[in-house]
């Protein structure tokens, strides 16, 4: 018996990076996983990789921006298994790398469109169905930037901790229902989205681990470990946390 033998977990950009790494464990550990993304080729190679593993899974396309895609992509995920039992809520970008005064009004739409709009409508679905089960678990993906300010990014910096506003919020009403709602906040993690600051800046790197204690980037291995911990049976009595794995950057 696997821990999440019998699960159906959905995770929102998992097309790449952090989201591809966790689909990919929970399959291995016997979910059932709907793999999302805008990037339909990335999806689908993730969807391929875990049926070669044995495992089960399909893709649907969403973008998280977009409120009627996401009320798709739970449809869908019902029509398919008749149930949600986690949801991790990934999908994000990092925008621009400027200072505030140089942020376009478009700049600053993009993000919190994905980032901030993307986990709520899809906290309100996902929420809907886990109510009406009664019993539900879910993972927004933060960011160290959801609990302390990084410059040249004040949109992702708003946005991710509008994320720890949500997962807050969402889990104190949700509670009674069974409900718990956690939010993981990542250090720099070598995924196309950090390699995509550091092409802008290949001095930054250096930078970057050295605001980290254990002078090394997050692995996606970090993240995704503390993920299934929070859908864990073992997590039971835990909502409303925003876990920093960070390497010691917030202490
Ligand atoms: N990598 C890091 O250092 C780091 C640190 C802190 C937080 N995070 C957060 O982790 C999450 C995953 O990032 P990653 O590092 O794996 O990046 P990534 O770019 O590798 O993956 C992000 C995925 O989200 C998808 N996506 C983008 N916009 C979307 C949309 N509108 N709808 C649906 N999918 C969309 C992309 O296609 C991509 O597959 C993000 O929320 C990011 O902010 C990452």
Not at 44 to 52: A, F, H, Y
Request: with cysteine; charged share 20%; hydrophobic share 45%.
């Amino acid at each position: 018996m696997k821990n999440f033998d019998n699960k159906v977990v959905l995770i929102t950009g998992s097309g790449s990076g952090l989201g591809k790494d966790a689909a990919i464990a929970f399959a291995k550990l016997g979910a059932s996983v709907v793999v999302s993304d805008v990037n339909v080729k990335g999806g689908e190679e993730v969807v391929e990789e875990i049926k070669k593993l044995g495992g089960e899974s399909i893709f649907v396309k969403a973008d998280v921006s977009k409120k009627e895609e996401v009320q798709n992509l739970i449809k869908n995920t019902i029509q398919k298994y008749s149930k949600l039992d986690i949801a991790v809520n990934n999908a994000g970008i990092g925008g621009p790398f400027k200072p505030t005064t140089m942020y376009t009004d478009e700049d600053w739409d993009r993000v919190i469109a994905i980032n901030q709009t993307g986990v709520f409508y899809c906290l309100r679905e996902e929420l809907k169905v886990m109510a009406a089960q009664k019993s539900g678990v879910i993972v927004n993906i933060s960011s160290i930037a959801g609990l302390r300010a990084m410059g040249n990014g004040c949109a992702y910096v708003a946005s991710k901790h509008a994320v720890v506003g949500l997962t807050k919020a969402t889990a104190v009403e949700y509670a009674r229902f069974n409900i718990r709602v956690n939010a993981v906040c990542p250090v720099f993690t070598k995924t196309p989205l950090v390699e995509q600051l550091l092409d802008v800046d290949p001095a930054m790197e250096k930078k970057l681990i050295q605001g980290i204690p254990m002078r090394r980037y997050g692995e996606p291995a970090d993240m995704t470990n503390a993920i299934l911990w929070l859908c864990e049976e073992s997590s039971a009595f835990v909502t409303g946390l925003c876990l920093p794995i960070d390497g010691g950057m917030m202490a």
